[in-house]
């Protein structure tokens, strides 16, 4: 499968930055969400969306961020509001797996100017 993340960009302190990552493939049945990673820290979970709906955050993230999917569209996506400095990073969004390690797409990067 090959994810592909859009609408990264530069954004101030406060503003808002809608993600979406659309799969070439189906998505259904399969959890979906967004890691980020900045510059040299470990990537880490920021958002999780189940099969069903369910939705998990980040602690960092919670109130702010929302994320979303349309299995027809084979799409996701992540609300960011309020956006931090600490927000600022690569976005991947995955598809995760039963069995083995997630599928990744490419990235988006965000910078969230103070």
């Known amino acids: 499968v090959q994810l592909q993340a859009f609408g990264g960009g530069l954004v101030q302190a406060g503003g808002s930055l809608t993600l979406s990552c659309i799969a070439s493939?189906?998505?259904?049945?399969?959890?979906m969400g967004w890691y980020r990673q900045a510059p040299g820290q470990q990537r880490e979970l920021v958002a999780r969306?189940?099969?069903?709906?369910?939705?998990e955050y980040a602690d960092s993230v919670k109130g702010r961020f929302t994320i979303s999917r349309d299995d027809a569209k084979k799409t996701v996506w992540l609300q960011m509001d309020n956006l931090k400095a600490d927000d600022s990073g690569v976005y991947y969004c995955?598809?995760?797996?039963?069995?083995?390690?997630?599928?990744w797409g490419q990235g988006t990067l965000v910078t969230v100017s103070s």
């Open positions: 969306i189940g099969r069903f709906g369910y939705t």
């Open positions: 995955f598809r995760e797996r039963q069995t083995g390690s997630p599928d």
């Open positions: 493939e189906s998505i259904f049945s399969f959890p």
